[in-house]
């Protein structure tokens, strides 16, 4: 059957068979010659619906361009013959009912836009290319497709750089083996705004690394710029298709030009154009809160919105977009950058290193001298000028969150020359915090600079000198001079300041006051024994930062922080050899500093009992801080007495460690009215009352072991009358202090007793050994002696119990005289008596034992008590008076006015009658002895005697 013999609809049949089995060329031969039948819009439909995919566009582009043109030419045209035989059979009404089933696609593509041209050719174009994406996935079929007809109108040409060329270069150039996006052509055509940007940006964000750091810059330009020179066409679509697009102007600069420079004017509400460029710029600061280096890269490679690669396909020297957006663009591409290092949040070195990379980006971009090197010396580093230093303190506090950095206007990151220097203010400040130990992310620096408090600030100050002291303890002194300086540049930026504002800094920490500053710097030097660097700078320097008054309470400071974190109080080892070594290095620098004495006197005493075994209440072993810490320290020699067995024989050595502790001065008092500094007069008193207690404490120790004779010798060597304090030092003495545990008021000390000598006399005098043996005379007879001596001293209501005391043992004595004169009257009778075997002379008792002779020996006791030689009873005037005459044969001399006038207070507190005979002309010529046996006769018969049945003296002399 012949061509021409065909029905219509045979024709379509056999066109429709032609297509699916891909035979271009006999459509080709075939179509032109029915044109009746075959109008250019069936021939594309059918083409459309039926020819394969698959197929090379190149075989079949010359024939749709014919068909839409009408112009078959017969020199491209083969003369091909066609073969009608697949509808041969196939009768006309039959075609009629297949061709109506054929369901050919309609040439207009789904979501074509209103405003798009409408010629055949073009709808065939785009539909087509959808065709074979969503049929095949063979994007490299798509250029040879479109490429052909891009000169035909603007819209071929916008819709492939926008939609198709970025798909194509994304899957077969840049990540051929990776896993394709899953979008088609004709979903990216619809996609707007950011999720655009993070489609095209997807692969470059999940495969960045250190070692592809172009790949992000690379996308932006080579896939982002491409989708947004669709920009114009996607707004046409979304305002309606009357939207008339700007006429492009040419570009100034050329894209091969180089590096454009930003005009530094700012960011401000009129500067937001609403273009998809800006949906980048939020993506590079969302992206930058946790991957700073991705943004870096991007920055460091892309130059701005006019930098993008159309692969050759735009129009010449046209520029896609207009000059002035793309200023506007230009200058949100720079704020960007800007908000880019603030949004970081992470807290590392390697955040610093990027925001420096930026930085050096931006001063290409904004014109300006390329920052130094983040590794410069702070001598080095640029001056801020001191009202952009000032800005950050007296303008408004910015928003430092991620989605407010891009505000028009924003103090920190508008592009301006203030905000180039605060920035890079902000990365040299991070920088030598983490050089400091303390890595901080930009963000943190600005909080700190902008809305940090002094407190705040301290606080920080304080944790960087923390980790400076790990870092550099023991180190020489030129690594903790470099950080010295680095925290002042933190402090000031290496601003001058002027006098009225010398107190206040411009960086960082400048809310910290300087003298703070200064302080907790000087801390530093000393727990880092770091002493030659301080006293450089804190003594020998001109002008020195710190008031010497200031420095010295500081070292003191340090050496008690060590002192009190001590564990054991030897001062070769531990904190209290730290304190130790504090207080010898800088008191050459204070020599007259009473504090400084006051803390070796401390450490003297606190190494002395570090040889003793002392464990305090609860079984909490001694530490140096106890001493401190207690109201009574002069009372833990007690504790020593008691858990160190015969230590009280090392008396001086106690002695000298309650006054080492008085001398310290840990004694004070927190509820003492007066804290001003005690006179040396008052330090001597209180260390001669210290030495005085611990010998009472030593006596009571002595005592408890059984030690009569050492208690007795410490008595009446350290403890005699002679010894006690003096009317005259008790009024000099400090008011407001206390003896032992008894407080008393300055006035109370005025007529302070002995205390501590008759009660150790007391104490003694009423010891009883702990064995069942019987006392010898020659110790009863020394506590008598101690006994009267306790009577001389003690107030009057005392006198009481002593004399009860005194009477039991000179009743135990007398038991003993009568027992010793008892066996010497029985070993004189052995001579007199004769028995009849004895031999004259034989003095031999039974039982074979010859006792020593006595020769007729004196009772010596018995005679110091001035027994008469008759047989009357002794009155208890008459004991007390022999008991005091006895103190004269070997202790208590009384001579000197100390003791005159401890008697004189005795007679007094006893309220006795001092007898005519002793007036005091010729009291010196009487024994003192004597005197202590009449004051205690005169106080008895005024006071107690009356409960013996003693008769008064003045009676007795009116009974004379």
């Not at 010396?377 to 001056?383: A, D, G, I, K």
């Not at 001669?688 to 059984?706: H, N």
Request: charged share 25%; hydrophobic share 40%; glycine share 6%.
């Amino acid at each position: 059957m012949e061509i021409k013999d065909l029905s219509q609809a045979q024709c379509i049949l056999l066109a429709v068979h032609l297509a699916s089995e891909s035979n271009v060329a006999a459509l080709h031969s075939f179509t032109p010659t029915r044109p009746e039948v075959f109008d250019p819009e069936l021939v594309l439909r059918i083409l459309l619906t039926y020819l394969p995919e698959s197929i090379e566009p190149a075989k079949y582009t010359k024939y749709v361009q014919e068909v839409v043109s009408r112009l078959y030419l017969d020199v491209d045209r083969e003369d091909v013959a066609v073969d009608t035989t697949p509808v041969a059979d196939v009768t006309d009404e039959q075609a009629q009912r297949r061709v109506k089933k054929l369901h050919l696609l309609q040439i207009r593509p789904p979501g074509f836009p209103p405003g798009a041209p409408d010629d055949l050719l073009t709808r065939f174009i785009c539909h087509r290319a959808a065709r074979i994406d969503s049929e095949t996935g063979m994007l490299s079929l798509l250029p040879t497709l479109i490429e052909p007809y891009l000169n035909r109108n603007d819209y071929i040409r916008t819709w492939y750089i926008s939609v198709v060329f970025p798909l194509i270069r994304h899957h077969l150039e840049y990540y051929p083996d990776h896993e394709a996006l899953d979008v088609s052509v004709g979903a990216l055509e619809s996609i707007e705004g950011s999720e655009g940007i993070d489609l095209l940006l997807k692969k470059a964000t999940q495969t960045y690394s250190d070692t592809a750091q172009s790949n992000v810059a690379r996308d932006i330009r080579g896939l982002v710029g491409p989708w947004m020179y669709g920009h114009t066409e996607r707004k046409r679509r979304k305002l309606g298709h009357n939207y008339k697009p700007e006429e492009r102007k040419s570009s100034l600069n050329s894209l091969d030009e180089g590096v454009r420079k930003i005009a530094l004017t700012g960011v401000s509400e009129e500067d937001k154009t609403g273009h998809d460029w800006e949906y980048i710029y939020r993506w590079m600061v969302q992206h930058a809160i946790d991957n700073i280096k991705l943004v870096a890269s991007a920055i460091d490679n892309w130059d701005g919105p006019g930098d993008v690669d159309l692969g050759g396909f735009e129009r010449g020297s046209v520029q896609y977009l207009d000059e002035e957006i793309q200023i506007k663009l230009e200058l949100q591409y720079a704020q960007a950058a800007f908000a880019a290092c603030y949004a970081a949040k992470t807290d590392s070195e390697e955040t610093v290193r990027r925001a420096h990379e930026i930085l050096a980006r931006l001063a290409i971009l904004l014109d300006f001298v390329p920052p130094p090197d983040l590794a410069t010396s702070v001598e080095s580093l640029p001056l801020v000028e001191r009202h952009i230093a000032r800005h950050k303190e007296d303008g408004e506090i910015p928003s430092l969150s991620p989605g407010n950095l891009l505000a028009p206007d924003h103090p920190l990151t508008t592009p301006k020359i203030d905000t180039y220097m605060l920035l890079q203010m902000m990365v040299y400040s991070a920088y030598q915090l983490c050089n400091l130990g303390m890595p901080s992310s930009l963000a943190k620096v600005a909080k700190l600079a902008f809305t940090g408090t002094a407190e705040e600030q301290m606080e920080m100050l304080r944790s960087i000198l923390r980790k400076v002291k790990h870092s550099t303890d023991g180190q020489e002194d030129t690594r903790v001079a470099a950080d010295r300086a680095k925290l002042l540049w933190l402090w000031n930026w290496g601003i001058k300041l002027d006098d009225d504002l010398s107190d206040q800094g411009l960086g960082i920490l400048g809310r910290i006051p300087r003298e703070k500053f200064e302080q907790e710097m000087l801390k530093t030097f000393v727990e880092t024994n770091n002493s030659a660097l301080a006293i450089k700078v804190y003594i020998t320097d001109d002008p020195q930062p710190l008031p010497l008054a200031t420095v010295e309470r500081i070292i003191f400071d340090q050496a008690m922080k060590a002192y009190d974190g001590a564990s054991n109080g030897n001062k070769n080892r531990g904190g209290v050899k730290r304190a130790n070594d504090i207080i010898s290095t800088w008191r050459p620098y204070f020599p007259d500093s009473t504090s400084f004495r006051e803390v070796t006197a401390l450490i003297a005493a606190t190494h002395a009992l570090s040889f003793y075994s002392l464990t305090l209440q609860h079984g909490v072993p001694f530490q140096p801080v106890s001493i401190r810490v207690s109201h009574d320290p002069v009372s833990l020699i007690s504790r020593v007495l008691e858990q160190n067995p015969r230590s009280y024989a090392k008396l001086d050595d106690l002695v000298s460690i309650a006054q080492n502790l008085v001398s310290s001065g840990v004694a004070k008092h927190d509820d003492d009215e007066e804290e001003d500094a005690t006179s040396s007069h008052d330090v001597a008193v209180k260390r001669k009352e210290a030495g005085r207690r611990v010998t009472f404490m030593a006596i009571e120790a002595a005592l408890r072991e059984d030690d009569f004779e050492t208690a007795y010798s410490y008595i009446v060597s350290r403890l005699s009358p002679s010894g006690a304090i003096s009317p005259n030092t008790s009024q000099n003495g400090q008011n407001g202090k206390h003896l032992g545990h008894v407080k008393r008021s300055s006035q109370a000390r005025n007529n302070i007793e002995d205390d501590i000598s008759w009660r150790a006399a007391f104490l003694a005098g009423r010891y009883r050994p702990s064995s069942a043996t019987a006392p010898s005379v020659r110790r009863l007879e020394q506590r008598t002696e101690l006994l009267s001596l306790a009577l001389l001293l003690a107030p009057t209501s005392a006198l009481t119990e002593i004399l009860a005391a005194w009477r039991r043992c000179e009743e135990e004595m007398t038991a003993q005289q009568a027992s010793q004169q008892a066996s010497e009257d029985a070993f004189d009778d052995q001579a007199d008596r004769r028995l009849p075997s004895a031999f004259p002379g034989d003095f031999t008792v039974a039982g074979g034992d010859q006792p020593a002779l006595l020769l007729n020996q004196k009772r010596r006791e018995m005679g110091r008590l001035g027994h008469a030689a008759d047989d009357a009873p002794l009155s208890m005037f008459d004991l007390t008076r022999n008991a005091a005459r006895a103190l004269s044969s070997n202790a208590f001399p009384l001579a000197g006015s100390s003791g005159r006038a401890s008697l004189d207070h005795s007679r007094e507190s006893l309220g006795s009658d001092v007898p005519s005979s002793l007036s005091a002309a010729n009291q010196d010529r009487l024994r003192k002895r004597d005197l202590v046996a009449n004051a205690v006769s005169g106080g008895l018969a005024s006071g107690l005697g009356w409960v013996l049945g003693a008769t008064p003296v003045n009676q007795q002399q009116q009974q004379q």
